[in-house]
């Protein structure tokens, strides 16, 4: 869900007239993701984060496009949420452009956040501001956290001579760092 800076169009459209109230569920969720402290990401990770993300980059838009295409077939519901991809096969998928250039922003915003590893509030900034951007498109904050697994997996394949359980380890735990900081901008706006 992440790296949508410019996919307006994308997402299920808002649909202010149908907005819900917040549940108390919801309401408990909000206060605990906003309380909590953030992730932290130590520093042999970001050595291995950085190492990896080297190796990667050569297969970026792959790596992208089946990231999604894996979140999709674990979560279908994640899928309908994308107005362009709803019941869409994974073959219509794999060469659909859009996917393609959702996926290219994705991995954009993981690169920025790689690039930014010294510097957390940087990241922060830009995925708070991501978050919000993603409530336009009522992003359900459920869906945020889920994208850091699949990715892991699609990487995989690309790293297996440096993998490690430490290498998976920090791919989490940035994921969870995104998805912290995503959540916080969807919960604030």
Request: charged share 25%; aromatic share 8%; glycine share 4%.
């Amino acid at each position: 869900m992440m790296g949508c800076f410019s996919s307006k169009g994308h997402f299920q459209s808002p649909q202010t007239s149908d907005a819900q109230p917040v549940t108390s569920e919801e309401q408990h969720e909000i206060d605990t993701a906003i309380t909590e402290d953030p992730p932290v990401i130590e520093d042999h990770q970001k050595k291995l984060l950085r190492k990896s993300w080297l190796i990667l980059q050569n297969d970026i838009s792959k790596v992208g496009t089946v990231t999604f295409i894996r979140l999709f077939d674990s979560h279908p519901d994640v899928q309908n949420s994308f107005m362009p991809f709803r019941g869409l096969s994974n073959k219509d998928m794999e060469s659909s452009a859009i996917l393609r250039s959702h996926a290219l922003r994705v991995m954009a915003t993981v690169e920025k956040c790689i690039g930014r590893l010294d510097r957390p509030d940087k990241s922060a900034l830009i995925l708070t501001e991501l978050g919000q951007r993603h409530s336009d498109y009522q992003v359900k904050p459920e869906y945020i956290p889920l994208m850091g697994p699949q990715f892991v997996l699609a990487i995989k394949p690309h790293l297996e001579n440096v993998w490690s359980e430490d290498m998976e380890s920090a791919w989490l735990t940035l994921f969870q760092l995104m998805s912290y900081y995503m959540r916080q901008g969807l919960y604030r706006s």
